[in-house]
């Protein structure tokens, strides 16, 4: 339950994290905004046959509505083993080291 517990943990303490990076999964659509002030990103694969795309694809839309600083990359080629490529890249990296946590 890797996305989902991710989702679950960043909702029940957004402000312990600096950003939440999301892979081949969804979460709870109803807290989402809870997350809005956060830096997610959320990576699905197109053929991904375990977790639809379009739950993930979903969370973004309910998190950009908030409105969240969301960003959503639907991957053509992957399945719901997305994450090889995205922790593969160094992109990704440079990515999550760009986010600060707020000040307590």
């Given at each position: 339950?890797?996305?989902?517990?991710?989702?679950?943990?960043?909702?029940?303490?957004?402000?312990?994290?600096?950003?939440?990076?999301?892979?081949?999964?969804?979460?709870?659509?109803?807290?989402?905004?809870?997350?809005?002030?956060?830096?997610v990103?959320?990576?699905?694969?197109?053929?991904?046959?375990?977790?639809?795309?379009?739950?993930?694809?979903?969370?973004?839309?309910?998190?950009?509505?908030?409105?969240?600083?969301?960003?959503?990359?639907?991957?053509?080629?992957?399945?719901?083993?997305?994450?090889?490529?995205?922790?593969?890249?160094?992109?990704?990296?440079?990515?999550?080291?760009?986010?600060?946590?707020?000040a307590?």
């Amino acid at each position: 339950m890797g996305a989902y517990g991710a989702y679950e943990l960043a909702i029940a303490a957004p402000s312990r994290f600096a950003s939440l990076l999301v892979v081949s999964g969804a979460g709870n659509p109803v807290e989402i905004c809870r997350l809005r002030a956060l830096p997610v990103w959320i990576v699905h694969g197109a053929k991904d046959d375990v977790i639809p795309t379009a739950w993930g694809a979903g969370m973004a839309r309910r998190l950009e509505r908030c409105p969240g600083n969301v960003r959503l990359s639907i991957d053509a080629d992957a399945g719901h083993d997305a994450w090889t490529r995205v922790y593969d890249d160094p992109k990704t990296y440079e990515w999550m080291l760009a986010q600060r946590a707020a000040a307590p």
